[in-house]
């Protein structure tokens, strides 16, 4: 049933009508036709019981003069749109998101959340803002003011989040992010032991409590960490790969400092490959053939040597020039920016998000649509994810191992 309000936003203020189920608000302006709004797509919620403001795309629209709906309607919303937005953002990490709510604090500036912590990254949405995550795996320290009862989490590129006013549940949320910090690098910790067996186990428990999955770190401080790192991937990992003759061109092309390993998670929310990538069977360490125009190509199962339990990246840099590759898989295509330092962190977010999609990545806007619709929000909203796009330059097919050198040797 449509209740009335006083609605406002671009283009027009007065009476109104609004309606809401689970997936859609209808907004009807007096005069016009129902506008619905899918509630996935909504970037925010704001204002209080009396007056809610949503975010819908680069304008804000007010619902005012709500009467006695306005407190449910505001509660309703809210919770409907948290796990909608953060779906629709491909950032409903693994497991069930457990709901927090709160204060958070970044740069001096407090604003009220509401939050779902999954296993691997916690799902904030501050006051009249969008859902951002924030990577477990890109945790550096966990601390806690007793005296504030205060949780503060500090990532590696030293940024620092407090959260708190958690109404009860601070030492819930403390335990929680520590345990599934842990439970992180444990997960790094049988990688390692899989595919670094040269490494000593001491060495590998110190790499793995640094180097957790999404995490790209330089050859130099694979090295620092625990000694040996860089010819233990060569000799263990890299070599079995379907792109190892790959990584040794990438390995010579790329400066020092500016050579950095990552491996991503293979698991049921993040599939082996998009059917936009693939092509058909390379040998091993061999070539694909050359997909078509819209990089559309023959879509097959891969094999159990392209499905391991961790994919290995490497990024190469070279003064603005980056190129990605994806090791562990023989039919995706090597990925190429112009950027500067900030690449290999919003590489970081990129292999951390639980349903990364290549397409989301290379895609321009207007072709993710139909079966790719559900990748638009994600590509149009979400920040580290604009950031890649804005900085992509094309992709490199594998269309043989002569043609694909040539490509790479004239990247500048």
């Known amino acids: 049933m449509s209740r009335p309000c006083w609605l406002t936003r671009p283009g027009f203020a007065g009476r109104a009508e609004w309606s809401?189920?689970?997936?859609?608000?209808?907004?009807a302006p007096e005069g016009s036709a129902p506008e619905p709004y899918a509630i996935r797509e909504i970037a925010g919620i704001g204002g209080d019981e009396f007056a809610i403001e949503l975010r819908i795309g680069d304008g804000a629209c007010t619902l005012s003069r709500l009467g006695s709906?306005?407190?449910?309607?505001?509660?309703?919303?809210?919770?409907?749109?948290l796990p909608q937005r953060a779906a629709a953002l491909r950032i409903a990490g693994s497991g069930e998101g457990r709901?927090?709510?709160?204060?958070?604090t970044r740069g001096g500036t407090s604003r009220a959340f509401r939050a779902l912590l999954f296993d691997d990254l916690l799902a904030l949405a501050p006051h009249g803002g969008d859902v951002e995550p924030l990577f477990l795996s890109l945790q550096e320290k966990l601390s806690f003011d007793e005296s504030r009862y205060v949780i503060t989490v500090t990532t590696w590129d030293g940024t620092a989040i407090e959260l708190g006013k958690l109404a009860g549940e601070t030492e819930v949320l403390l335990g929680a992010l520590g345990e599934r910090r842990a439970?992180?690098?444990?997960r790094a910790g049988q990688v390692l032991a899989a595919h670094l067996p040269t490494l000593p186990l001491a060495a590998r428990a110190r790499?793995?409590?640094?180097?957790?999955?999404?995490?790209?770190?330089?050859?130099?401080?694979?090295?620092?960490?625990?000694?040996?790192?860089?010819?233990?991937?060569?000799?263990?990992?890299?070599?079995?790969?379907?792109r190892r003759a790959q990584a040794e061109a990438l390995l010579a092309w790329g400066a020092p400092g500016k050579l950095f390993f990552g491996y991503s998670r293979l698991d049921a929310a993040r599939p082996a490959a998009d059917d936009d990538d693939t092509a058909r069977a390379p040998a091993a360490g061999g070539e694909a053939p050359a997909a078509d125009s819209a990089g559309a190509a023959e879509t097959r199962a891969p094999s159990p040597a392209e499905?391991?339990?961790?994919?290995?990246?490497?990024?190469a840099g070279r003064g603005r020039s980056w190129l990605l590759e994806e090791l562990s898989v023989g039919d995706h295509a090597t990925y190429r920016f112009e950027a500067g330092d900030e690449l290999?962190?919003?590489?970081?977010?990129?292999?951390?998000?639980?349903?990364?999609?290549?397409?989301?990545?290379?895609?321009?806007?207007?072709?993710?649509?139909?079966?790719?619709?559900?990748?638009?929000p994600a590509?149009?909203?979400?920040?580290?994810?604009?950031?890649?796009?804005?900085?992509?330059?094309?992709?490199?097919?594998?269309?043989?191992?002569?043609?694909?050198?040539?490509?790479?040797?004239a990247v500048q």
């Open 183 to 186: 439970a992180l690098a444990e």
């Open 344 to 376: 290999p962190g919003l590489t970081s977010h990129l292999l951390c998000a639980p349903q990364f999609s290549r397409e989301a990545l290379y895609l321009p806007l207007e072709k993710l649509v139909a079966a790719r619709a559900e990748l638009a």
């Open 99 to 104: 709901p927090f709510a709160g204060s958070v």
């Open 69 to 81: 709906d306005g407190p449910g309607l505001q509660d309703r919303l809210r919770r409907l749109w």
């Open 307 to 315: 499905s391991p339990d961790a994919l290995l990246w490497l990024l």
């Open 207 to 242: 790499l793995a409590a640094a180097w957790l999955p999404g995490r790209v770190l330089t050859v130099e401080e694979l090295d620092a960490v625990a000694s040996g790192s860089r010819a233990a991937l060569a000799a263990s990992w890299i070599a079995v790969l379907p």
């Open 20 to 27: 809401l189920d689970d997936e859609v608000m209808v907004l």
């Open 379 to 409: 590509a149009r909203d979400l920040p580290f994810l604009r950031a890649l796009r804005e900085r992509y330059r094309e992709r490199i097919i594998h269309s043989g191992p002569d043609a694909w050198r040539r490509r790479v040797s």
